[in-house]
């Protein structure tokens, strides 16, 4: 099966501004989604969501040789989302997951359910209106999604899915039991 952690995907500029595709955004919707999600939240929950009135200056993973979900803030958990609110979340996710194909999709979805999706958590910082610079990031036990819009005034994004386990294309234990304890 086809691993395809990290995956990437960048867009200079966000939105684009003028000529045939003028408006035209490659993240639009990882954007739009995450950000219906943050503006749905009210009191505790949105003080629990929103974790930096700074920004950080990109993909905090961006270093990190392993994906590593407790290098990212904690955030709100699923299970402190109203119904609809976890329905933005689950969409979110999907989003990133069905980037990969099918198959890969539907088994990282599914160990994510049969986890538990209370283990999820969404964090954001930065503006809430469009065009204000922003990141997100959705921390899992098993995958990280992160999402920053910080550069270039707000006009330049990354987003990055990364799995625990078969990042870089490897399930590094997996690997270790089978080469040293066969």
Sequence with gaps: MDRVTPHFVGSEPARIGNGPRSGHRLLGPEEDLARRLVTSL?????????????????????????????????????DRLAPGQQHLLERLVRRYLDRAPAAYARECWSDAVARGLSTVSFA??????????????????????????TQDDGNHAHSVWRHVRHDWGADLLRGHYTERHA
């Design 124 to 149: 954001w910082a930065g503006g809430l209106a469009p065009g204000d610079r922003h990141y997100y990031c959705v921390r899992a036990p098993d995958f990280l999604i992160e999402y920053d819009n």
């Design 42 to 78: 009210h009191g505790t929950a949105r003080a629990s969501a929103v974790f930096a009135a700074v920004l950080p200056d990109g993909i905090l993973t961006r270093a990190a040789p392993f994906a590593d979900p407790g290098l990212l803030p904690a955030g709100l958990a699923y």
